[in-house]
Every structure is written in structure tokens, then in C-alpha cells.
């Protein structure tokens, strides 16, 4: 392939997605601030523009791999319209002519989409969240993500955390000891709980009550005193609050395994941590089934119903990714099948198509003269 041709395609690929994703964040973001105009009214205008600032930087990263797939079937509608298509394929040129470099522009915005993930929408997203409670006064699923988790699982036993003072220890804490049948055998509550070494805690002001086998209780008062955590240690309870998707790939791992640790769900933070990476990909499979879909035999260059095509598609996936999402929070999915599953189903239905195109089978090719009359 010449760096010609090469280059005249990337160039209409990358202004094409370029276009498309500005266009359809600008939608989503006017429609957005229409729902909200009422919040907007009496709050000083620099806040709204640092709001939407931030929501362009996330909603731009979500609405990328759409913009990537109405792209690719557009850039192949294009070329048919303007014969430049003819031309490319009276010069020796084929389908990978155009499939080159649409995947070399696709995958170089699915890796800069990671970055871009990890380092901007991150942030944005939390600074979102805090902008809509403290400057708008919207709680929205705040309380959800950034509540303190009070309930622990540790071992064998069972702790409620209170709160943390400015030390970070833990404060107003109660310790539950269950026993081989999961029956209540202790409970000890203290009003400061702080790492002692290895598994050790140290629980201070605290009272201990032990429920005898008989049905009688022995109660125990003192200054301080300390217990073992099977299991545990000082990060046993280093549990950052937050939206899984708005965390660092770092946080993800460190919190994934913390939160399996103590008994609380890790399901998000692992679908999350495979979406950083799977999410961008499934913009470059879907390219790559758009373009395929634009290039069969008998299509017309027609815009709109490349444009309408890559919209079905991005409905589908939208909704699959949804239903996943729910699969693996009710842990019936697996978080890396959730997350990458698109990307290989895609990519499957992109070869197939492809290989139908070059090869159809019989029953798909024009029939033939017969071979007794087969000319001369």
C-alpha cells in the first residue's frame, strides 16, 4: 500500500471521527444542561463552565468508541460517493487498502483513550460528583459511592466501623466473634481500635461481653487491650470510597483484593479495571465491523445508511454492556467475560463477514454456465 493512499485514508478516518465524536458530545451535553437549567440558574456562571468542562471530558471518553464506528462505515460511504473507491480498486487496491488504516487510526485512539482514561477522566469524573453535591446541591447516588463502609469481614469475625479520627485510626468500633456454628460468641466494643503489629489490634476503652453456652453473659471493662484478626492487617481496612470507573488502574488492584480481603463486593472494581483496558478495544472491533458492513458487494455510497447502521449497532451494544453490567453485580458473569466479550464477538462477526465477502459460499454465488456448455 502506498503512503498515499494511506494517508488519504486516515486522513478522512481521523476527520470523520473527529467531527462525529464533537458533534455527539455537543448533543449530549446541550440536552444535558437543558434537564438542569433550573439548578443552573442563580449559581455564578464559572461553575456551570467548570461543570460542563469536566462533563465534556468524561462524556467525550464514553461516546469515543461510537464516534470510532459511525466513522469507519462513513470514511468507506464517502469514497464509494466520491468513485474515489473505483479509483483505489482500478489501481490494484482491495478492502485492506481501507481496512489498514482505519485499524492503525483505531487502535492508536483506543490506547490514547486509555491514557485519557486514567489520567483526565478520573478526576473529571470525581470532581463531577463533588461540583453536582457541594455546589449544586444534588446528592444523586452520592451516598452510594462515597459513604464510609461500615461493615467488615475479617476472618471469623465480624467488625462495624464507626468512623476514623484525624489519625486515621478507627474509631467507635465493634468487634463481633462468631463461632464454628456462625453463632454470636463475643462482642467487644471500643472507642479507638489501632494496628498493634502482623494481625494484632489494639481496642481501647473497651467493653467485652461473652455469651456463655448456658444462656448467661460475662461483661468485661478495662483500658485498653488486644485481639487477633485472623488475616488481617493495617490495610485490612484501607477501603477507598469512591466510584469503581473513576479510580486508577493502581486503586483498582490495591482494592479489588482489600475489599475480597474483609467480605465486601469486588465485583465492580474488577469489571471496572477490565473496562479501562476492554472498553476502547470495543471501538476498534466495531470499527472494523463497520467498515466491513460499508464495503460488501452491491452497496451504495450512501451516508445516511452507513451512519444509520453504525447507530443500530451502538444501540446493541449499549444495551448488551448494560445487561452485562447487571450479570456481573448479581455475580452470575464474570467481570472480564462482561467486559471483553463484546470485543471478541465483534471482531468474530467482522472475520465472518469479510470472509463471506472474498469467498461466498455456494449457495451465495451468481450461478455459472453449465460445464458441458462451458465456452471455448
Given amino acids: 500500500m502506498s503512503r498515499l493512499l494511506f494517508g488519504l485514508v486516515a486522513r478522512l478516518y481521523v476527520a470523520l471521527s473527529a467531527g462525529l465524536l464533537a458533534g455527539i458530545t455537543l448533543v449530549y451535553l446541550v440536552a444535558d444542561f437543558g434537564d438542569r437549567l433550573n439548578l443552573f440558574l442563580d449559581k455564578p456562571l464559572s461553575a456551570v463552565a467548570e461543570l460542563y468542562w469536566h462533563k465534556a471530558m468524561q462524556t467525550g471518553h464514553q461516546l469515543a468508541p461510537a464516534a470510532m464506528l459511525l466513522a469507519a462505515g462513513a470514511t468507506a460511504s464517502v469514497l464509494r460517493k466520491t468513485s474515489e473507491w473505483t479509483a483505489i480498486q482500478a489501481l490494484g487496491g482491495s478492502r485492506s487498502?481501507?481496512?489498514?488504516?482505519v485499524l492503525a487510526c483505531a487502535l492508536t485512539s483506543a490506547a490514547v483513550m486509555v491514557a485519557f482514561d486514567e489520567l483526565v477522566v478520573t478526576r473529571s469524573g470525581e470532581r463531577i460528583d463533588h461540583m453536582m453535591l457541594h455546589v449544586f446541591g444534588r446528592w444523586g447516588d452520592y451516598t452510594l459511592h462515597y459513604s464510609p463502609k461500615p461493615w467488615y469481614r475479617v476472618g471469623d469475625a465480624i467488625v462495624r466501623?464507626?468512623?476514623?479520627?484525624?489519625?486515621?485510626?478507627l474509631t467507635d468500633v465493634s468487634l463481633y466473634?462468631?463461632?464454628e456454628r456462625f453463632s454470636l460468641a463475643a462482642r467487644t466494643d471500643a472507642a479507638v481500635m489501632e494496628p498493634a503489629g502482623g494481625e494484632r489490634w489494639r481496642l481501647r476503652a473497651y467493653t467485652?461481653?461473652?455469651?456463655?453456652?448456658?444462656?448467661?453473659?460475662?461483661?468485661e471493662r478495662g483500658d485498653a487491650v488486644e485481639v487477633a484478626l485472623s488475616g488481617s492487617d493495617p490495610l485490612s481496612f484501607a477501603i477507598r470510597r469512591g466510584r469503581p470507573?473513576?479510580?486508577p488502574t493502581a486503586a483498582l488492584l490495591e482494592q479489588q483484593s482489600l475489599r475480597a480481603r474483609v467480605g465486601l463486593p469486588s465485583q465492580p472494581f474488577l469489571l471496572a479495571l477490565h473496562n479501562r483496558f476492554a472498553y476502547?478495544?470495543?471501538?476498534?472491533?466495531a470499527a472494523l465491523f463497520?467498515?466491513?458492513l460499508a464495503l460488501r458487494r452491491g452497496r451504495k455510497g450512501y451516508l445516511t445508511q452507513a451512519l444509520?447502521?453504525?447507530?443500530?449497532?451502538?444501540v446493541v451494544l449499549f444495551t448488551v454492556t448494560l445487561v452485562a453490567r447487571g450479570l456481573v453485580m448479581g455475580e452470575h458473569l464474570p467481570a472480564w467475560v462482561a467486559a471483553w466479550s463484546p470485543v471478541a464477538v465483534l471482531t468474530a462477526l467482522a472475520a465472518t463477514l469479510w470472509r463471506l465477502e472474498e469467498r461466498p459460499p455456494r449457495w451465495l454465488r451468481p450461478p455459472g454456465p453449465p460445464a458441458d456448455r462451458a465456452p471455448a
Fill in 245 to 247: 470507573e473513576l479510580m
Fill in 208 to 219: 467485652r461481653r461473652t455469651f456463655l453456652s448456658g444462656g448467661g453473659l460475662q461483661k
Fill in 290 to 292: 463497520a467498515l466491513t
Fill in 161 to 169: 466501623v464507626g468512623g476514623r479520627d484525624e489519625a486515621g485510626r
Fill in 97 to 101: 487498502t481501507l481496512a489498514v488504516p
Fill in 177 to 179: 466473634e462468631m463461632d
Fill in 308 to 314: 444509520f447502521e453504525g447507530l443500530v449497532v451502538s
Fill in 280 to 285: 476502547p478495544f470495543t471501538g476498534v472491533a
